[in-house]
């Protein structure tokens, strides 16, 4: 019998974003609103056409793409960002290269010797204890086999960082903050 993703064999063997869902469902949702709205006030005007339907729908559906979360998955040895028409898949277990990019939003860039590239955000990592677990595992592994030749300093940021918010989140939900 063959296994399916997210099956139960793969329990412990594969993770991912936990808000991936709720993300997603959270996009669907204010696509459907827009359209809605809009729909709502254009009828309500008395200008709604099929046209001008047609154009707050695909206005609906430009939101919808803009907002789509890129879905995180990782596994022993590898991790891969699947977004609707693209997925990217790095060997963690084999890095070369992890660096962050600053900008408008902070990019956390993976690559590896095959030279495939992954790019996702760093706070993906620190919201997810499982998933930062699995990459840095996989990337110790990399600076262990000497792979790994830049970015060791940027992993140990990301792991303090990680490790802060998980402290944080112990006391807040403990009651000691």
């Given amino acids: 019998m063959a296994q399916h993703e997210g099956s139960a064999a793969d329990f412990g063997r594969t993770v991912q974003d936990r808000h991936w869902a709720g993300d997603l469902l959270s996009a669907i949702r204010c696509a459907a609103v827009l359209l809605g709205l809009l729909l709502l006030i254009d009828w309500g005007a008395g200008t709604l056409t099929l046209a001008r339907g047609a154009l707050w729908s695909t206005l609906a559906l430009l939101l919808f793409l803009v907002l789509c979360p890129e879905r995180i998955r990782a596994g022993e040895g590898w991790l891969t960002s699947r977004r609707l028409l693209r997925t990217r898949r790095v060997r963690t277990d084999l890095l ?36 930062w677990h699995r990459v840095h595992e996989d990337a110790r592994t990399s600076l ?34």
């Fill in 96 to 131: 070369v290269s992890v660096r962050t990019l600053d900008g408008v939003a902070q990019r956390l860039v993976l690559k590896d010797a095959l030279g495939e590239r992954v790019e996702l955000d760093p706070r993906l990592l620190v919201d997810n204890p499982a998933l």
């Fill in 144 to 177: 262990e086999l000497g792979s790994l030749l830049c970015g060791a300093t940027a992993l140990e940021q990301l792991s303090a960082r990680v490790e802060r918010e998980t402290a944080l989140t112990v006391f807040r939900l403990s009651g000691l903050d």
